[in-house]
């Protein structure tokens, strides 16, 4: 079985460098961009993709990458870990960006009412 292009929570992006990403918005598929679960619980037809732009990239029967010919038993947690670790570290980076987005929009009170120097 591969990725379920026709599910309604299939997604997939295609960078400038040419690079495909492709991923289950849920975050149901761990071998993804390979293969959906089978028996996804979450399994959503998409009945159609009115309003949406479809680009001369994508197509419904796109054969996914090729499948490396050995993956490691633990590849699905080590990836889960990672991922895990990037959501940690992202949390405090966008924390960080907007308490300095604060400060720069909230002067203190007393640099409202200083010169502007020449």
Not at 33 to 55: I, M, Q, S, V
Not at 100 to 105: A, G, I, K
Request: proline share 9%; net charge negative.
């Amino acid at each position: 079985m591969s990725m379920r292009v026709d599910c309604k929570h299939y997604e997939s992006r295609t960078y400038a460098s040419g690079e495909v990403a492709r991923m289950c918005r849920l975050d149901l598929a761990p071998e993804a961009p390979w293969r959906c679960p089978e028996n996804c619980p979450k399994y959503e037809h998409r009945g159609y993709d009115a309003g949406w732009t479809l680009g001369s990239l994508r197509t419904a029967n796109e054969p996914p990458p090729e499948e490396p010919a050995v993956l490691p038993d633990d590849a699905v947690a080590l990836l889960d870990a990672a991922e895990d670790v990037i959501n940690e570290v992202g949390a405090g980076i966008v924390d960080e960006i907007q308490d300095q987005r604060d400060r720069e929009d909230n002067p203190r009170w007393w640099q409202r009412f200083r010169r502007p120097r020449k």
